[in-house]
């Protein structure tokens, strides 16, 4: 199993930028599918976007949710084994804690992965 860790986050106005890291350790990275969640006080944690192996040579699949898709965009580097978050256009509401998520079973990484980060607080102020 690896262990994630997130960096990245910070304060930012509404409108900029910012990237996500995060890094697992191990040396079988490219066989999980990594994920990004977040998570306010009092609501449940929820999915923001997922990379996994298509099972084309060189090809990934991307998944979104709703409220980010155009905006944020997942990627991974599978030589540095590290999977990024790049959020444009930020809003306020994309306030959160953002934790990364691994799981080698493509299925369930943007439901219950098993395997999480500590998290990485991102603000946006008005």
């Known amino acids: 199993q690896v262990q994630l860790v997130e960096s990245g986050g910070g304060l930012v106005q509404a409108g900029g930028s910012l990237r996500l890291s995060c890094t697992a350790s191990?040396?079988?990275?490219?066989?999980?599918?990594m994920g990004w969640f977040r998570q306010v006080p009092g609501k449940e944690r929820e999915f923001v976007a997922a990379?996994?192996?298509?099972?084309?040579?060189?090809?990934?699949?991307?998944y979104y949710a709703d409220s980010v898709k155009g905006r944020f965009t997942i990627s991974r580097d599978n030589a540095k084994n590290t999977v990024y978050l790049q959020m444009n256009s930020l809003k306020p509401e994309d306030t959160a804690v953002y934790y990364c998520?691994?799981?080698?079973?493509?299925?369930?990484?943007?439901?219950?992965?098993?395997?999480w980060g500590q998290g990485t607080q991102v603000t946006v102020t008005s």
């Open positions: 998520a691994a799981d080698t079973r493509r299925e369930v990484i943007t439901t219950t992965p098993n395997t």
């Open positions: 191990g040396r079988t990275f490219s066989n999980y599918a």
């Open positions: 990379i996994s192996w298509s099972g084309i040579r060189w090809s990934d699949n991307t």
